[in-house]
């Protein structure tokens, strides 16, 4: 009995410490759970994830449409895309965000949030891979090269997306300039002495701009360049109307145009 | 992190399609264009046994052929004078290049299509479609800035005829600037054209100054 008596102090103290432990250890985790939670995720929500898990979980909604194993590919291409994407902003923004911390620019939740993206992305990266394993067959191991093949999509889409943008660069270019040689042209035409124009030696040749507008209309070539030149030679006085009219070629029009002739050559070599 | 938006989402079950219901929301005007785009890669991977895209070093070595063949055709009709023709094959080429799958390697689409809009561009000076052959010519060194002196070239030649002297005194330096490291061996056009395009601006500055 005195045995007994003696151990329950010791025994009680263990229980108390232990027990306050375990409450401070639970209730601090809780609240550490709950401000994770409430933090504002560092990402949107990202579609192609909603879309393939959506595909995934298909089944097992009531009355089950059977989803093939390739839109199931395809859905986890696109995204591994979205999450690769994010991977690359997530290591670029880490450093400069670390000098940020460091001088006191940015508060410790944007760290903490920040921290916490780039598990959600590690993790969401892992799954990717995972479910890649899942659906690749014994010759072909997905897993090793999707986010080899989803990293080139990203680069071939921003190509492609610049490439858009330069077409559109173009064809103002070329509208600008079919106004304005419109503009010369006209002007051109209705100034007496068309040869004297030529002969001054202004930047823009208003002969090249007329020769280039006409080809331009003319469009294709044949093979009688011989015969238009002989055209051109004879009706000098009036370039107008065989400029306007004769399909000519570029070869044709270097009687009308001798600078222009020497541009052209120097450009085909 | 371990929940999702389940989406409306249903399939069709002969085409296998994905289909999403369609009203005027702009989500879901988002979710419908990230639902199309899903549908033409699932559509693009169906050639491959089990759908997997090839790792990006394996590209489909008939496209290559025919870009190579067309281009090659173009040289050809260009050879012969048929500037327009050429225009038509080189713009083929060019649609069969930029028209590769997506997870194919960009860098080579990169080169191919800087080749190309490189020879239209000649092709547009030949025929002298200035403008047309100044963008060719600048989407060529925007996609290829090194090794590309001709695009340089080619580009500051249809600015210049186009009278726009500064702008072709600029891409001028800049040609120079990347072909730097091969200077004296490769540049000597690039040079030549400055000169005349130094000259020109001269010329230009003179006849105002006479005028004024």
Redesign the interface.
């Given at each position: 009995m005195i045995n007994l008596a003696t151990f329950i102090p010791p025994i009680l103290y263990i229980v108390i410490i232990v027990g306050s432990m375990a409450t401070f250890s639970s209730l601090y985790r809780k609240r550490k759970a709950q401000a994770a939670a409430s933090m504002e995720p560092w990402f949107p929500?990202s579609?192609?994830?909603?879309?393939y898990?959506?595909?995934l979980?298909?089944p097992d909604t009531p009355n089950p449409?059977?989803?093939?194993?390739?839109?199931l590919?395809?859905?986890l291409?696109?995204r591994a895309t979205d999450v690769i994407q994010k991977a690359i902003v997530i290591r670029q923004s880490k450093g400069p965000l670390q000098a940020l911390l460091q001088k006191g620019s940015v508060g410790d939740d944007t760290w903490a949030q920040f921290l916490q993206a780039e598990q959600?992305i590690d993790?969401e990266i892992k799954e990717v891979a995972e479910d890649a394993l899942a659906?690749?067959?014994q010759?072909?191991q997905?897993a090793?090269?999707i986010f080899?093949?989803a990293a080139?999509?990203i680069?071939?889409?921003r190509?492609?997306i610049?490439?858009e943008e330069?077409n559109i660069?173009?064809q103002e270019?070329?509208e600008?300039?079919?106004k304005?040689s419109e503009k010369v042209r006209s002007e051109f035409l209705a100034s007496e002495g068309v040869e004297e124009e030529i002969g001054k030696?202004?930047?823009?040749n208003p002969a090249?701009v007329l020769?280039?507008l006409v080809?331009?209309k003319a469009?294709?070539?044949s093979d009688e360049d011989g015969v238009l030149v002989e055209a051109e030679v004879t009706s000098p006085t009036s370039p107008r109307e065989s400029k306007g009219s004769n399909k000519s070629?570029?070869?044709a029009t270097p009687t009308s145009t001798p600078s222009?002739s020497v541009?052209?050559k120097?450009?085909?070599k | 992190m371990d929940s999702f938006t389940l989406l409306p989402l249903t399939i069709d079950k002969v085409t296998n399609t994905v289909l999403c219901p369609s009203d005027t929301s702009p989500s879901s005007s988002e979710l419908s264009t990230a639902i199309t785009d899903l549908n033409t890669l699932h559509r693009s991977m169906l050639q491959f046994e089990n759908a997997i895209p090839p790792p990006p070093g394996l590209v489909n070595p008939k496209r290559s052929a025919q870009i190579n063949k067309l281009r090659e055709s173009g040289n050809a009709a260009f050879r012969k004078q048929a500037f327009g023709e050429a225009i038509k094959l080189y713009s083929l080429a060019l649609e069969m290049c930029l028209g590769r799958p997506h997870w194919e390697q960009s860098a080579l689409v990169r080169e191919e299509s800087a080749m190309i809009y490189s020879n239209r561009a000649q092709a547009n000076i030949a025929s002298r479609s200035w403008a047309e052959g100044m963008c060719d010519a600048e989407m060529s060194c925007a996609l290829k800035p090194k090794d590309n002196v001709k695009a340089w070239y080619r580009r500051a030649l249809c600015l210049k005829e186009m009278g726009k002297l500064e702008d072709a005194r600029e891409v001028l330096e800049m040609g120079c600037e990347w072909e730097a490291e091969n200077q004296g061996k490769t540049d000597g056009d690039l040079r030549a054209l400055l000169r005349d395009v130094h000259k020109a601006i001269e010329e230009k500055e003179r006849v105002a100054g006479s005028a004024a």
């Open positions: 929500p579609l192609p994830r909603d879309i898990l959506t595909l979980h298909l449409p059977k989803i093939p194993d390739s839109v590919r395809a859905a291409l696109r959600t993790a659906l690749s067959n010759n072909q997905w090793q090269f080899q093949s080139e999509m680069t071939n889409e190509l492609r610049k490439l330069q660069k173009s270019w070329s600008w300039w079919n304005r030696g202004t930047s823009v090249a020769t280039g080809e331009r469009g294709n070539v070629t570029p070869i222009g541009r052209k120097k450009g085909r | -």
